[in-house]
Structures are given as structure tokens and as C-alpha cells.
Nanobody, 123 residues
Framework: VQLQASGGGLVQPGGSLRLSCVVSGTSASVTGMGWYRQAPGKQREMIATWTKSGSINYADSVKGRATISGDSSRKTVYLQLNSLRPEDTAVYYC??????????????????WGQGTQVTVSS
């Protein structure tokens, strides 16, 4: 299974960007996806999560500036981030919660991570 994140780059303070992440290489279904970020010297933190059932959560640090949306049929999640600040600079990672019906009738639940995309907010 592979998660390909894209959309990062250099953005000026106050600007916006849209990150995308798509799951490939698996027949498993997506039940939820999320975005996390890790700044230098800091722990990885949750930014926003989305579930197929419609549950959405945002970190306080991006609440009001971020919008997450997902498409389970396309195994894709997006993150729109507005009013960017220098403190938003980090590597952004996506993840996916997957579920697959095995031949023996059991359900296999797993979580996969993407490789990350750099977001730099600077003038």
C-alpha cells in the first residue's frame, strides 16, 4: 500500500495551500484518513482527521483555517489550509485507516502512512 502526498511547497505568510493524498496499491477500503505534521525538533501532531462516516476533527492550532475533505471511493483526502503562518512550517504526513475482508472471512484492519510533503511558510 502506498500513500502519495502532494501540494506542499513554499508559501508566503497569509497564503493558502491545498494538500492531496491518495492511497494506491491495495484493495482494502478506506474508513478514514488524516493529516499530521512534524516540525523540526517537535513531535508529530494531528492536524485534521476525516472518517467515511462523516466525522471530522481539527487541531486547535488550525481550527478555523483548515478544511479537510475526503473521498473514500477515490481513496483520497484533501487539506485546505488558509492564513498560513510561519509556525505552520513542517513536513505534512497523511495516513489512512484501511479495512479488508480476507478470504477466511476475517477483517484485516491496518493503518498506513505517506512519505510526507514539506510546507514552508516564509516571506
Amino acid at each position: 500500500v502506498q500513500l502519495q502526498a502532494s501540494g506542499g511547497g513554499l508559501v508566503q505568510p497569509g497564503g493558502s495551500l491545498r494538500l492531496s493524498c491518495v492511497v494506491s496499491g491495495t484493495s482494502a477500503s478506506v474508513t478514514g484518513m488524516g493529516w499530521y505534521r512534524q516540525a523540526p525538533g517537535k513531535q508529530r501532531e494531528m492536524i485534521a482527521t476525516w472518517t467515511k462516516s462523516g466525522s471530522i476533527n481539527y487541531a486547535d492550532s488550525v481550527k478555523g483555517r483548515a478544511t479537510i475533505s475526503g473521498d473514500s471511493s477515490r481513496k483520497t483526502v484533501y487539506l485546505q489550509l488558509n492564513s498560513l503562518r510561519p509556525e505552520d512550517t513542517a513536513v505534512y504526513y497523511c495516513n489512512a485507516d484501511l479495512i479488508k475482508l480476507l478470504e477466511d472471512g476475517n477483517l484485516q484492519v491496518s493503518k498506513a502512512w505517506g512519505q510526507g510533503t514539506q510546507v514552508t511558510v516564509s516571506s
